[in-house]
C-alpha cells in the first residue's frame, strides 16, 4: 500500500523559508521518482520539484533557485526546502509519486505567505 504524508507547512513571511517533509512508504523513495506540487484556490496543480530514484532533480523555472528537493532513502523521506518564498507560491503542497502507472498522492500541507 502506496502512503504519503506531508509535514511542514504553515504560516511565513515574504522572503521567508520552509523545508517540507513526506514520509512514504517503505521502500517507495529509493526506487521511484518522487515529486512535490501545488495547487492555489481557482488554479490548476502544478510540478515545483521532482527527484529521480538517482537523485535527479527537475524544476520549473517559477521555483528553480528557490527550492530543493532532497531525499532521505534511508527514513524514507523527501523534503522540499523553500527559500525567499513570494505570495504567490501560498498553496497547499502535495508530495506524489507513480506506481504502476497510477498517481499516489499525500493529504497536502497548507503554506501560506504573507505579511
Known amino acids: 500500500q502506496v502512503q504519503l504524508v506531508e509535514s511542514g507547512g504553515g504560516l511565513v513571511q515574504p522572503g521567508g523559508s520552509l523545508r517540507l517533509s513526506c514520509v512514504a512508504s517503505?521502500?517507495?523513495?529509493?526506487?521511484?521518482?518522487m515529486g512535490w506540487y501545488r495547487q492555489a484556490p481557482g488554479k490548476q496543480r502544478e510540478l515545483v520539484a521532482s527527484?529521480?530514484?538517482?537523485?535527479?532533480?527537475n524544476y520549473p523555472a517559477s521555483v528553480k533557485g528557490r527550492f530543493t528537493i532532497s531525499k532521505d532513502n534511508a527514513k524514507n523521506t523527501v523534503y522540499l526546502q523553500m527559500i525567499f518564498l513570494k505570495p504567490e507560491d501560498a498553496a497547499v503542497y502535495y508530495c506524489?509519486?507513480?506506481?504502476?502507472?497510477?498517481?499516489?498522492w499525500g493529504q497536502g500541507t497548507q503554506v501560506t505567505v504573507s505579511s
Open positions: 506524489n509519486t507513480v506506481v504502476g502507472l497510477r498517481n499516489y
Open positions: 527527484i529521480s530514484s538517482g537523485g535527479n532533480t
Open positions: 517503505v521502500g517507495l523513495v529509493g526506487v521511484y521518482t
